[in-house]
Structure formats: structure tokens, C-alpha cells
């Protein structure tokens, strides 16, 4: 009886520590038409998650309570790297379309493209204010992708 009870306090605290080290993150992934982007993929050190979408492109994820930073990406948009707060389980992210450009430079191309990246916080409101996203402001720092390698034409 004894051996019973030490084996289920062992496999109940080990089932508690294992709980403990993971967090859910929910969210929800649109586009700049505030439409909902399906298929995405989001990765922590060198980890990939397929997670299941609802039609409105709804997620639920678990990852581990240390994941401090995702890359969230999808075929055809840009690629986003946000820094997460410790309170931030909510993730509303608006993904941009990776556009293709032609006879320009890498640098050029980056300006364009840092251009669009700046609007993304307006329309992170515009999606709250529409019903879209629950939170006025992400909770989460989001940091622009260059292609650009400045250091090497030095």
C-alpha cells in the first residue's frame, strides 16, 4: 500500500512539474487586409509548430515557459520576429505580404519593405478597433527582417 502511494505521488508530481514548464499562447494571425492567415508556421529555438487553425485563424500553441522569442512565418508573407513579455499569452499578429521587386538593390528593396513594417502598428489598431484583435497594443516587440547585410559592403 505504502509502494502505491509513494509511485502515485511520484508519477502526480512529475505530471505537475511537466504542466509547469509549458504556457499556451492563443492567437489569432490576419493579413494587411485584416484577413485571416491560415497555414502559419511559428518557431522557438530552431523548433517548428504546426499548430491547428479555426476558419478565422484562431491557434493554440504550448511552448516553454522559458521561449522568450518566436518567428512566425507563412508561404507568401513576410516573416515576423517578435520578443514576448512574460505576460503576453495573447498573440494578435498582423503578417505583411512578402512582395517580389525587380532591378533593384537588396538596400533599395529593404526601405520598401521598412516602409510597410512601420504601418504595422496601425494596423494592429485598426484590427482592434474593427473586433478583430481583443488588445489595442500587441504585447509582444516585433523587429524588422533585412535582407540587406549592411556589414559586408563595408
Do not use: W
Not at 493579413?31 to 493554440?60: A, C, H
Not at 474593427?130 to 523587429?143: N, V
Amino acid at each position: 500500500m505504502q509502494r502505491t502511494i509513494m509511485l502515485l505521488s511520484t508519477v502526480l508530481f512529475l505530471t505537475i512539474t511537466a504542466k509547469a514548464q509549458t504556457k499556451i499562447i492563443t492567437g489569432k494571425v490576419i493579413d494587411r487586409e485584416l484577413k485571416p492567415v491560415l497555414g502559419v508556421v511559428i518557431q522557438y529555438s530552431d523548433t517548428n509548430i504546426f499548430s491547428k487553425y479555426d476558419m478565422n485563424g484562431l491557434f493554440s500553441i504550448p511552448i516553454p515557459v522559458y521561449t522568450k522569442s518566436l518567428t512566425i512565418a507563412a508561404v507568401g508573407f513576410e516573416s515576423a520576429s517578435i520578443d514576448l513579455t512574460d505576460s503576453c499569452h495573447q498573440l494578435e499578429i498582423v503578417l505583411l505580404f512578402r512582395p517580389t521587386y525587380d532591378f533593384i538593390t537588396l538596400k533599395k528593396a529593404d526601405k520598401l519593405r521598412m516602409k510597410e513594417f512601420k504601418k504595422l502598428s496601425a494596423l494592429h489598431f485598426e484590427a482592434y478597433q474593427k473586433g478583430i484583435f481583443q488588445s489595442a497594443i500587441p504585447c509582444y516587440t516585433q523587429h524588422f527582417i533585412p535582407d540587406y547585410d549592411s556589414s559586408k559592403s563595408k
